[in-house]
């Protein structure tokens, strides 16, 4: 019993290190489709793939809003880096245009 105590003391140090390096980020962005969390070519690309990224931590899609909130480990990643990331997907990130071939690559109900 001890142990499992002393595994989840040394779990809740090491997150609230890792806390202290997250930083948050929302980027605009331009979101078509109608049913973009569905959709495995935009929403649910930038939510799930952009995750795996080095030094994302967490991604929300908002596509009423047209933003992207990203949390990410400024140690490991800038937000300069994580705009080109989401051009690279084929959307827009604030004044970082998307990236063609990406966009040519988007189902068409997320192009305009």
């Not at 569905?38 to 080095?54: A, N, P, Q, V």
């Not at 080109?84 to 305009?112: H, M, N, R, T, W």
């Amino acid at each position: 019993m001890k142990v499992i105590f002393a595994l989840l003391f040394l779990f809740m140090i090491s997150n609230s290190i890792h806390a202290k390096d997250a930083d948050t980020l929302v980027i605009k962005t331009n979101i078509y489709c109608d049913h973009c969390k569905e959709c495995e070519s935009c929403g649910g690309k930038i939510e799930r793939d952009l995750t795996f990224d080095k030094g994302i931590e967490a991604v929300q899609l908002d596509e009423k809003a047209m933003t992207i909130k990203v949390t990410y480990n400024s140690k490991k990643t800038n937000p300069e880096a994580i705009r080109q990331l989401i051009s690279k997907y084929g959307f827009d990130a604030d004044e970082v245009k998307a990236d063609p071939i990406a966009y040519s690559k988007l189902d068409e109900c997320c192009k305009k």
